[in-house]
């Protein structure tokens, strides 16, 4: 099993849609866990950490579920310039120092 | 600010050429780290650093050699190009909480072609 895997999509919707992404992640012992977004050819950017009691950005809810193992972003109200790639990330490796990337889901939003 | 410098951005090179990618960053940051991208593949950790003088392998590190001799600077050496090299490579840095990286700061990337 993958260490960290997400729907790969792509998500179309619509302006003004709310549109939800789901990741798993293999090791229980993680305990930092992120959501980037990468526009296309850019590189890699924070959107926002996920807290056990989940966290709310604007838009954008990250939600945390310890006890099977998942991660979920929620992006209400969507925008045309939501549509990018958007990475699930969470802490492991042999030590739990390294940060592993899931393949990511593509969203694209039209008007 | 510079951030995260990665350099060559693009690189065209032969199969069983070496080189070496360049990455410095201005933040003091102790953990920095390789990963490549590929389409369909995702980003994948090659080698990572939590400070000057440690490094360790990450998922794929077959094919590259890391060192750390300062805390700003962080290169990825290719020891013999093969076409499977063919990728987005992308150094990343941030502060180590002494658990595990915060955020990562990204450079813009170097595009490598192995022919």
């Known amino acids: 099993r993958k260490e960290v895997e997400q729907d790969p999509g792509p998500f179309n919707v619509p302006e003004g849609a709310t ?3 789901n990741c798993t992640y293999s090791n229980s012992a993680s305990q930092s866990f992120f959501w980037y977004r990468q526009d296309c050819r850019k590189e890699p950017k924070l959107l926002m950490s996920v ?5 709310e950005d604007g838009r954008f809810t990250a939600q945390l579920n310890r006890a099977s193992q998942y991660i979920s972003l929620l992006i209400r109200d969507s925008k045309l310039s939501d549509s990018a790639t958007y990475l699930c990330v969470v802490n492991g490796g042999r030590a739990g120092t390294a940060l592993i990337f899931g393949k990511g889901t593509t969203l694209s939003v039209s008007s | 600010n510079a951030g995260v410098t990665q350099t060559p951005k693009f690189q065209v090179l032969k199969t069983g050429q070496s080189m070496t990618l360049q990455c410095a960053q201005d933040m003091n940051h102790e953990y920095m780290s390789w990963y490549r991208q590929d389409p369909g593949m995702g980003l994948r950790l090659i080698h990572y650093s939590v ?3 440690i490094t360790d392998q990450g998922e794929v590190p077959n094919g590259y050699n890391v060192s750390r001799s300062t805390t700003e600077d962080f290169p990825l ?4 190009a093969a076409p499977s ?24 990337g170097s595009r ?4």
């Open chain 1, 51 to 55: 807290y056990s009691s989940g966290n």
């Open chain 2, 85 to 108: 090299q063919t990728s987005v490579y992308f150094c990343a840095s941030s502060y180590y909480r002494g658990v595990d990286p915060g955020e990562l700061f990204f450079g813009e």
């Open chain 1, 19 to 21: 549109v939800a992404f």
């Open chain 2, 112 to 115: 490598l072609t192995v022919l």
């Open chain 2, 77 to 80: 050496r290719l020891l013999s």
């Open chain 2, 51 to 53: 400070g000057a003088g």
